[in-house]
């Protein structure tokens, strides 16, 4: 017998040892989609981490990172935001994901996405192994990985886990090109994702902080189809497993014990396609109670517009960027309002500037720094049609584009309801190799605004404001498209 | 839990060694236990059934011996017992949806009734030795565990070698001892057979399957050629389940009935079917054949006999006209084919006289697996009707690209090669006596190319054995 068992462990021994040297190639990692995504985000928590803490973090399946700006996020509150979702995760990852950022960072809040609380499993849902799969593989923590895996996957299914070459064998027959470039080593994760998506990063590490979404809204005949054949979702019928009921104690006890403040939140599908969320809201409100936690329901006193709905007729669609704008506002005023001693601002802080200055989410909550020669101030504390303008400016913020924004408080413009006015720019600028003078309408900016300033923000192309003529409010008469539809 | 799983692997090597380091007279009750789990993990309630057969063959076995004059009536009850629970799971649907379409709503269908994996292959081998006890042919087991062993022995319990209980009782009692060649010899078998699945059968699977699950958008040589490779799946497929099976049992020292001897090198179709799924057919031939009066009385009688068999074995297979068909089909090939092959006896001694003849059964064999592939009859018509020289050109459309086509076909052919040279008398020996770097070769590249070149991931469609459904 001990023959055969030297025999059996050397030739076991070689094939493992064989099989790790085909995976340690990564000749067959997915070189498209949303693995690399998931890859990318998390690489660059671990980079962010080794330097910075995390504030706030949200989790969830791709309606997290679709519905959330991350660096909205950041700049209205300060601090520094991630969102580490997966796509068509289950809430058991979203748990284990916690435990391995846990290792590296402890956020001061947690915001869970609350689609990925569902009823699915990867023996109930095609898809769900994929995408479990795929957050799993871009972590990187040896022993959590481990510990989480028989909880995560069947047996049948850890070889996939753990082994690249192996879950993706196929790519010998099917998938050639993946395998040649990977060989060949270009592109690399990370760069092939940089390419064309300038918007996703910041800072000089160009940190990876979350995607969001930039296709375009509902259209008119999209919108007659949800009216036409119903909605798609029922919140009568949604439902939470028990797995899914247990990790959420486990959660809540895993932030209690980490002095992590939970909270839950729901990005809002376009409301016709939902019916009963009442049913789901009373139902999922009583499951979360022993917990004691916030929850903020965006699908609730709903007042998103058609053109915060990517455009398609699909249940739990996602939302668009203006989207994901106007529920990172309402995320911010909820955030201001609850936890407002929780979070530390950092916006004096060299590292926070160092992601965050100079991006187009910088202007409009803070003001730009003395004399920064790149910010060409245009009013600063002066009085436009009998309302004081704070600050007014034009910054470069790409080689393609730069913006404009304005600002003033509520109290300075108690006379005008402002939201129906453009701030109006008359100015001699070079543009495109010309002097010319031209009017600049910058347009009142509702995501921006809170109950306590208004903002007023246009991107432009760059442009060299020579001088400022005129400014002024104008009325704007005109509904906006979305509001037409 | 398949033999082709990463389960399976991890259950299997605790088993060998627990087993190994077990003293000899508890080794029955692990065997026992690991293969209730086995059988278990398809789906616990499957238990029941398995217990319910083995406790009615069992006492219905000691009752044999201890009341001869009931015997008839005790073996009948247990015929029934057994038979009824078989034709309830596998047939009753089929049944109520006969009897329903020639006098509506008759009788009740039950959506609920699942298939029960392996029923058919337990069932048979606990009724023979019911039937053996009764004529005598053996005596009745009186340790139930070891008989409970016998009817759920975990290699061959979902889809056989259907073995007697005079072959395979007996081993449970030997004292085992641990031999080095039977373990090799075994455990190259295990990993020959999930190479023949994993790598050829089931990437065969993924053309066939495109064109039979569609049997309209396919037309022409295509579906010839389907139905030419779903022969090789099959039998690649059935016979690498028997091999597994068998190179498992060997690994314990039980010593299982060979399944397959290269069928596809038959001459004639009788031939043939003794080289096909060998222990059911002789199982037939014991129970069935022989009781109805075999080939005693010529004529007639021996045609009926025959017809009988092959329709009773296409229903075997499984609740639906479609394998009666089968059945039928091929049981004409053995009574009029075979004569026309008998005539032509003395060329099929020459070389290329065995390899035409041998095309030629392949070819009707293929012919008639239409109805055994085909999900309706009506899908199996299509097949036939559209079945033609035409539309090559569409060969890489059905789930193989060129490379992956090719690539089957090869090695389609080294099997067939390998099996040429074992007709002629090459055995696994040889490998054992072969340089050392030809023998490790081997026992790397199986499994290396298995796990890197087979047809299986997230991506692939059901990966279980065809017979599990039987």
């Not at chain 1, 911010?332 to 590292?351: A, G, W």
């Not at chain 2, 059934?49 to 006492?59: E, G, N």
């Not at chain 2, 005596?139 to 016998?150: P, R, T």
């Not at chain 2, 079917?273 to 222990?279: A, F, G, Q, S, Y």
């Amino acid at each position: 017998m001990k023959r055969i068992t030297i025999k059996f462990f050397i030739i076991s021994s070689i094939i493992i040892a064989v099989v790790l040297k085909i995976e340690s190639t990564n000749a067959f990692n997915p070189i498209s989609g949303t693995d690399l995504y998931t890859h990318a985000r998390w690489n660059s928590i671990y980079d962010l981490t080794e330097k910075d803490t995390i504030d706030i973090l949200i989790m969830g399946n791709s309606r997290s990172y679709n519905g959330i700006n991350p660096k909205q996020l950041s700049c209205a509150t300060s601090s520094l935001s991630f969102i580490i979702g997966a796509p068509g995760t289950t809430f058991k990852d979203t748990y284990f994901s916690f435990k391995e950022i846990l290792k590296r960072t402890k956020p001061k809040l947690l915001v869970i996405e609350t689609y990925c609380i569902n009823n699915f499993s990867y023996t109930n849902s095609s898809g769900t192994l994929q995408s479990i799969l795929k957050s799993f593989s871009a972590k990187i923590n040896f022993k959590s990985k481990l510990e989480s895996t028989p909880f995560l996957f069947g047996v049948n299914d850890w070889p996939y886990a753990w082994l690249t070459s192996i879950r993706n064998h196929n790519y010998i027959f099917d998938e050639k090109q993946n395998l040649k470039e990977n060989i060949e080593k270009t592109p690399q994760i990370e760069e092939s994702i940089k390419k064309g998506s300038d918007n996703k990063y910041v800072g000089k590490y160009q940190l990876y902080l979350g995607k969001y979404n930039g296709n375009s809204g509902l259209k008119k005949k999209v919108i007659e189809r949800y009216k036409k054949e119903g909605p798609l979702t029922n919140g009568a019928t949604r439902f939470v497993s028990d797995t899914h009921k247990e990790y959420l104690k486990k959660l809540n006890t895993l932030c209690l014990e980490n002095n992590v403040e939970l909270m839950f939140l729901t990005i809002p599908v376009y409301s016709e396609s939902i019916k009963n969320h009442d049913v789901f809201r009373n139902y999922f409100g009583k499951i979360i109670k022993p917990l004691n936690r916030n929850w903020l329901d965006l699908q609730n006193n709903y007042d998103f517009l058609p053109s915060h709905f990517d455009n398609v007729y699909k249940a739990a669609h996602h939302t668009t960027a203006d989207g994901s704008f106007a529920c990172t506002k309402k995320l911010v005023d909820f955030i201001d309002n609850k936890y407002q001693d929780l979070i530390p601002s950092r916006k004096s802080e060299k590292s926070w500037l160092e992601k965050f200055y100079n991006t187009e989410e910088y202007f409009p909550y803070h003001s730009a720094i003395n004399n920064d020669k790149k910010v060409i101030k245009l009013i600063e504390n002066k009085n436009v049609d009998g309302i004081i303008v704070k600050e007014c400016a034009y910054t470069s913020i790409t080689q393609k584009y730069g913006i404009i924004w304005g600002k003033t408080t509520i109290n300075d413009s108690i006379n005008k309801n402002l939201k129906n006015y453009n701030l109006g720019l008359i100015a001699k600028v070079k543009m495109d190799g010309e002097v010319k003078n031209i009017q600049i309408i910058v347009p009142y900016s509702d995501i921006h605004s809170n109950g306590k300033k208004i903002v007023f923000l246009t991107r432009t192309k760059p442009l060299e404001i020579q001088q400022l003529y005129r400014a002024s409010f104008i009325e704007n008469k005109k509904k906006s498209p979305e509001e037409s539809i | 839990m398949l033999f082709n799983s990463f389960e399976f692997l991890l259950f299997f090597i605790t088993v060998a060694f627990t087993y190994f380091i077990l003293k000899d007279k508890w080794r029955w009750a692990l065997l026992l236990g690991a293969s209730y789990f086995f059988y278990g993990s398809w789906n616990i309630s499957y238990l029941i059934l398995i217990l319910l057969s083995t406790v009615t063959t069992f006492y219905s076995g000691i009752l044999i011996e201890k009341i001869p004059s009931q015997k008839k009536n005790i073996t009948f009850s247990s015929l029934a017992i057994n038979l009824g629970i078989l034709f309830f799971f596998k047939y009753y649907n089929f049944f109520a949806t006969t009897v329903n379409s020639l006098n509506e709503d008759t009788l009740p269908f039950f959506d609920s009734l699942l298939p029960v994996v392996g029923i058919s292959f337990y069932t048979f081998q606990a009724l023979s030795y019911t039937m053996d006890v009764y004529n005598g042919k053996i005596i009745s087991q009186k340790h139930i565990g070891k008989y409970a062993l016998f009817v759920s022995f975990f290699p061959q319990l979902v889809a056989g070698p259907i073995e007697k209980a005079s072959n395979l009782l007996p081993q449970f009692s030997e004292n085992k001892i641990f031999n080095y060649d039977r373990v090799r010899s075994g455990l190259l078998l295990i990993v020959w057979g999930i190479f023949k699945k994993v790598v050829i059968a089931d990437r065969i699977g993924i053309f066939v399957s495109e064109v039979y699950n569609a049997p309209s958008e396919s037309y022409g040589v295509i579906n010839i050629i389907a139905t030419i490779l779903f022969s090789f799946q099959l039998y690649l497929d059935f016979s690498s389940y028997s091999e597994i099976a068998i190179g498992s049992a060997r690994i314990f020292g039980y010593k299982l009935s060979i399944n397959f001897k290269r069928p596809y090198l038959s001459v004639s179709f009788k031939d043939f079917w003794k080289r096909w799924h060998i222990t059911l057919n002789a199982w037939f031939f014991e129970y069935l054949y022989l009781p109805l009066g075999g080939n005693k009385k010529k004529g007639i009688t021996t045609i009926r006999n025959i017809i009988i068999i092959f329709l009773v074995s296409g229903l075997w297979h499984g609740a639906s006209w479609n394998f009666v068909i089968w059945g039928g089909i091929n049981s004409i090939y053995l009574l009029v084919i075979e004569r026309f092959l008998q005539s032509k006896k003395k060329k099929k001694k020459k070389l290329f006289g065995k390899i035409f003849f041998g095309t030629i059964i392949m070819l009707l064999w293929s012919a008639s697996l239409v109805f055994f592939r085909a999900n309706t009859f009506e899908d199996a018509l299509t097949i036939y009707s559209n079945m033609n020289f035409s539309g090559i050109e569409n060969l890489y459309d059905f789930g193989l690209n060129k490379l992956t086509f090719k690539i089957t076909i090869r090695l389609l052919i080294l099997v067939y090669v390998i099996e040429l040279f074992q007709e002629l008398g090459f055995t696994e020996n040889k490998i054992f006596n072969a340089p050392i770097i030809i023998r490790w070769l081997i026992y790397l590249i199986l499994p290396l190319s298995t796990l890197y070149f087979g047809a299986y991931g997230l991506d692939s469609s059901d990966s279980s054995f065809i017979y599990f459904q039987f």
